[in-house]
């Protein structure tokens, strides 16, 4: 089993940047595939960014591309989330999870998942 926890989020204007980190403990988190999810209000919650066990690979939604990068350190069993240029239509609670697998892009393959971290952008 491995547990999540994120942190990092916060209020921001738009353009502004925030850095998400997720930490994980149990298990290595190298043995899992780690994702980084998002949810707005009223809507259902929708993929962000997906990297591989290694590091090697990554994935992102279109939304993201080119503003926010996924990237882990093995040896500091952590996931973070760098987003850069925000606006306000990026203001959800940020979710990180993980997969037993070595990439995951859908949200089903995803069995362990954090409580979540909120980040509003202002306009």
């Known amino acids: 089993q491995v547990q999540l926890v994120e942190s990092g989020g916060g209020a921001v204007q738009a353009g502004g940047s925030l850095r998400l980190s997720c930490a994980t403990s149990g298990r290595t988190s190298s043995s899992y595939a780690m994702g980084w999810f998002r949810q707005a209000p009223g809507k259902e919650r929708e993929p962000v960014a997906a990297?591989?066990?290694?590091?090697?690979?990554?994935s992102y939604a279109d939304s993201a591309k080119g503003r926010f990068t996924i990237s882990r350190d093995n040896a500091k069993n952590t996931v973070y989330l760098q987003m850069n240029s925000l606006k306000p239509d990026d203001t959800a609670v940020y979710y990180c999870?993980?997969?037993?697998?070595?990439?995951?892009?859908?949200?089903?393959?995803?069995?362990?998942w954090g409580q979540g971290t909120q980040v509003t952008v202002s306009s």
């Open positions: 990297i591989s066990r290694s590091g090697g690979s990554t």
């Open positions: 999870a993980a997969a037993g697998r070595p990439i995951a892009f859908r949200e089903y393959e995803y069995t362990h």
